[in-house]
Each structure stands twice: as structure tokens, then as C-alpha cells.
Nanobody
Framework: VQLVESGGGLVQAGGSLTLSCAAS????????TGWFRQAPGKEREVVSC????????RYADSVKGRFTMSRDAAKKTTWLQMSRLKPEDTAVYYC???????????????????RGQGTQVTVSS
């Protein structure tokens, strides 16, 4: 199984970035994909996920209205479009895959079956 993220970088507050994740080694059509982030000293946060069945998306309140997630089954790729970025969005962003599209379970970030190596996003003020 491989999930390979790209597109991270340094951006000024208010700017935009699009993260990409190329998947291989598993049945992409059977798995939801998600993005979670981890910042130093902060708990892991699943910011979005998208269902494989009908493309339903879910977003954490912290990113709702600013981030948009999408996927293409033919390309086995999922994206996270991030706009109006804030310094508090600074984190390592990980692509993840799981049969379920969930953000949290019992108040804690949902644990996905597979994850990528992460890509750094830094938002300067």
C-alpha cells in the first residue's frame, strides 16, 4: 500500500495550496480517503474525508468553508484544496485511506487503516 502526498510548502496567510495524494496497492474504489494533520504540541486532527461510495465529504469545523476535498477513482488520486489559509493551519498533512469516512470517534481523531508519509504545510503570518 502506498499513499504519496505532494503539494505542501510555504504560503502566506490568506493564500492557497492544493495537496495531492496518489494511491496504489489497494482497491481504491473500496476505500474512503481522508486528510489529517499533526502540528507540534497539538492533537492529530482529521480535517476532511470523502466517501468512496457517493463522494460525500465531511470537514472539521476548523476548515469548513475553506478546504475542499475531491477524488478521482480512475486516477486513484485524492486532493485537498486549501484556501484562506491561516497560520494555525501549519502542520504536517497526511493522506489516509479507510473503508469509512470519519473525522472522529468518541472525541478522538479517527484512525485510518493506511496513511502516507506526510507533507509539510507552513502558513506565515
Amino acid at each position: 500500500v502506498q499513499l504519496v502526498e505532494s503539494g505542501g510548502g510555504l504560503v502566506q496567510a490568506g493564500g492557497s495550496l492544493t495537496l495531492s495524494c496518489a494511491a496504489s496497492g489497494f482497491s481504491f474504489d473500496d476505500y474512503a480517503t481522508g486528510w489529517f494533520r499533526q502540528a507540534p504540541g497539538k492533537e492529530r486532527e482529521v480535517v476532511s474525508c470523502i466517501s468512496s461510495a457517493d463522494g460525500t465529504t465531511r470537514y472539521a469545523d476548523s476548515v469548513k468553508g475553506r478546504f475542499t476535498m475531491s477524488r478521482d477513482a480512475a486516477k486513484k488520486t485524492t486532493w485537498l484544496q486549501m484556501s484562506r489559509l491561516k497560520p494555525e493551519d501549519t502542520a504536517v498533512y497526511y493522506c489516509a485511506a479507510d473503508p469509512l469516512c470519519r473525522l472522529q470517534v468518541e472525541g478522538r481523531a479517527y484512525e485510518y487503516d493506511y496513511r502516507g508519509q506526510g507533507t509539510q504545510v507552513t502558513v506565515s503570518s
